[in-house]
């Protein structure tokens, strides 16, 4: 078998078209690994296409995943088979850029895609553009695959496009029979000109207004919520009071050590952004806002200071079950490395979520885990005139807890900004701490409903960070700007953490998109700041009806059942109908299967569309004889396509006694041979014998076979006779 020059021009185009496709994979994975594998794989694709041409497609293809196993273990060096069905699932789900590793499969198996379906189709259809639309849904793939923002714009848009054109073009100048005179080939330019002249000229007017033609792109991965179940892990804010002095169980215990983080700078354990009525507690939220998987890099940091930290984990902290799945950081994170015995383990069960600022690793730290992270430190600042970004929503039970003290105790004071300052000194200015120590038990721990309902009625608040930080959050919202608590840690001098270090504060959400905190110091009193020794009455509002939140948790009333209950108090949400069950049931299905699924539809539509516009050439276009002829063809061709025994090669006679049909090409032979032409009548009488024979054909033969032969590709690779 011989090497020939369309082979080798056919080759090249596909390799620079589907690199070019492949290149837009630059801002999801990390390095450019990716797109070595792919090329190697699309090689790979076409040497097995250009092997298997005199075979059939079903062992071509067997073929093509033999290549795929021997070529990807020495590439990607994982287990294929499982890392080719759940690879494009994790890559939807992690953050890019990700790493090297099972990733490495979806630009593996869409290469060798591209190099042999596109070859097989280049070299066994007899149509210019046939092999194009390879390349193309790789493209596609590739974008839908990837981030919003494209890897390569210029290259995946003008570039590609000129390329697949000129292939096209070169393909149609080399199968086309040559123009007998120079009025032909100007035809030709001519209208091929006037062709490209529309399309810029529609791409400019409808460019704009077409879907995607804004700043950024749909991808799927902005549809897909990680599986991640967060409802998992308790809010470590309901334990808050283990940390304290008069609790005496973490106060003095360390609890982890950090070194590099610079003077000054908080660590970060958890960030709440929810209130249900019961909890402050983490969510996943849209396709922005969740824990997912990262890759060797995360992205999205933006300008700050640069640390590098080193966190070692303490007994303490190990054991307190609704807080050691939390991975204490500071800052916005760039990378984690995960060291020890432990490391891949805790690597493979990290998720990090980019809006918050949070990490969860699903295994859970023990004694003696450690770990370096890169981070970003910014400090925003709360500005006196502080406007908020966006106005939040404010539920009714938050609204019911909260009443009329925000107004209250905001004053006279107008603006947002002003508004939170002051509602802030009220609560230190005229509150009083306490951690339920000795003589002070009636001020429970929690901040539900019930509790912070009294500890907004009493004349006097009273409680410690746990309930200061969860009510000045509501409030903050109820004026107009969102807020979100957050429980961390100032380190001492060492850098050793203990239990005395634990602190709530509250971050805002700026006009300019950034969070500020306000530390626990503005809209907390200072411990030593006592309450009266008897409990004072409530005032008049303290009667206000309280609206719980539906299906509520008992919360728990004190420290021992508030260790029993493992501090997970949020409550399970109730179940959804049946009938929304099973919609997002096969929604989840379709947004899994929908990308392979569409791929071979659009394939299979492509095989559909061509022998139909053949079929229909045949039937309308030339002289009564030829197309009395390219019936006979029609005929034919199905008979392949049925897989009817071999009849390529021989008279038309001896085709006819092989399909048992001896009248039907006898008159086709009268007519391109006998002397005058057919009438119109006569044609159309031709063509409805022939479409009863394609039926008889197709009836002598296996229900399965009778499928596939619409979508079988031999009659094309035949050349059709006719066209």
């Known amino acids: ?110 290469g060798l895609l591209c190099g042999f379906a596109g070859f097989l189709l280049a070299r066994r259809v007899d149509r210019s553009a046939a092999p194009v639309p390879v390349p193309v849904a790789v493209l596609g793939a590739v974008i839908l695959l990837g981030t919003t923002e494209p890897g390569a714009r210029l290259l995946d848009g003008v570039v590609f496009a000129l390329g697949a054109l000129g292939w096209a073009a070169l393909r149609g100048h080399r199968l086309r029979p040559p123009a007998r005179s120079g009025t032909g080939r100007r035809t030709r330019l001519l209208t091929s000109g006037a062709v490209l002249a529309v399309s810029a000229v529609g791409a400019a007017l409808l460019g704009p207004a077409l879907p995607g033609a804004g700043g950024s792109r749909e991808v799927v991965r902005e549809h897909v919520t990680p599986p991640f179940d967060l409802g998992a892990y308790p809010s470590p804010l309901v334990g808050f009071r283990k940390y304290t002095k008069d609790a005496n169980l973490l106060w003095d215990q360390e609890l982890f050590t950090v070194s590099g983080l610079p003077t000054g700078a908080a660590v970060r354990i958890a960030t709440l952004d929810d209130y249900n009525g019961a909890v402050w507690g983490a969510t996943n939220g849209d396709a922005g806002n969740n824990f997912q998987r990262v890759g060797a890099r995360i992205s999205g940091a933006g300008p700050g200071q640069e640390a590098t930290l080193r966190i070692t984990i303490g007994a303490g902290y190990a054991s307190a079950s609704d807080v050691n799945a939390w ?36 295994g859970r730290l023990r004694e003696g885990d450690t770990y370096t992270a890169r981070t970003v430190l910014v400090a925003p600042v709360v500005p006196d005139d502080a406007q908020p970004f966006g106005r939040p929503l404010v539920s009714e039970y938050a609204q019911s807890i909260i009443g009329t003290h925000a107004t209250k105790w905001a004053g006279d004071v107008t603006g947002i900004g002003p508004q939170v300052r002051a509602v802030a000194a009220h609560l230190r200015d005229h509150g009083a701490y306490s951690d339920g120590g000795k003589g002070e038990a009636e001020y429970l721990p929690g901040h539900g409903a019930g509790r912070l309902t009294t500890f907004m009625n009493l004349p006097r608040p009273v409680g410690d960070d746990e309930q200061y930080a969860a009510a000045f959050a509501l409030i903050v919202n109820s004026l107009g700007m969102p807020a979100r608590v ?67 948790v008992r919360l728990p009333s004190s420290l021992s059942e508030l260790d029993q209950t493992n501090t997970n108090a949020r409550p399970r949400t109730t179940s959804d109908p049946l009938w929304l069950s099973v919609l997002g049931f096969l929604f989840g299905i379709g947004v899994w299967t929908g990308p392979p699924v569409l791929t071979v539809a659009l394939v299979c539509g492509s095989i559909v569309g061509l022998k139909a516009r053949r079929r229909r050439r045949r039937r309308h276009l030339g002289s009564a004889a030829n197309r009395y002829a390219a019936a006979w063809h029609e005929l034919l061709d199905h008979a392949h396509d049925l897989g009817l025994g071999p009849i390529t090669g021989r008279t038309r006679h001896e085709q006819a006694v092989a399909l048992g049909l001896v009248e039907l090409a006898a008159a086709a032979d009268r007519t391109v041979y006998g002397p005058g032409d057919p009438t119109e009548a006569d044609v159309t009488g031709y063509w409805h014998r022939i479409d009863a024979a394609r039926l008889a054909l197709g009836a002598g033969v296996r229900h399965w076979r009778r499928a596939l032969a619409s979508v079988n590709i031999r009659s094309l690779r035949l050349g059709g006779g006719a066209k």
């Open 1 to 110: 078998m011989r090497v020939t020059r369309p082979d080798l021009v056919d080759a090249a185009f596909l390799t620079v078209l589907g690199g070019l496709a492949l290149v837009g994979f630059a801002n999801t994975f990390e390095g450019w690994r990716f797109l070595l594998v792919g090329l190697v794989a699309l090689v790979a694709g076409i040497l097995v296409a250009w092997l298997c041409t005199r075979l059939s497609v079903a062992l071509a293809a067997l073929a093509a995943v033999a290549a795929y196993l021997a070529v990807g273990v020495p590439l990607v060096g994982v287990a294929l088979v499982p890392a080719t069905v759940s690879g494009w699932k994790q890559l939807l789900t992690t953050l890019p850029p990700v790493a090297d590793g099972p990733l490495l499969t979806v630009p593996l198996l869409l």
């Open 327 to 362: 991975l204490p950081s500071a800052g916005r994170l760039t990378g984690v490395t995960f060291g020890g015995r432990r490391g891949p383990a805790l690597a493979e069960g990290f998720r990090y979520n980019v809006a918050t600022s949070s990490a969860i690793v699903t």
């Open 486 to 552: 957050v429980l961390g840690a100032h380190p001492g001098p060492t850098g050793v953490v203990r239990g005395s270090d634990v602190h709530a504060w509250v971050e805002v959400h700026l006009s300019d998109g950034s969070w500020a905190a306000v530390p626990n110091t503005e809209f907390m009193p200072d411990p030593s700041k006592k309450p009266d020794r008897q409990p004072p009455q409530p005032v008049d509002d303290a009667d206000a009806a309280v609206v719980p939140p539906p299906n509520m």
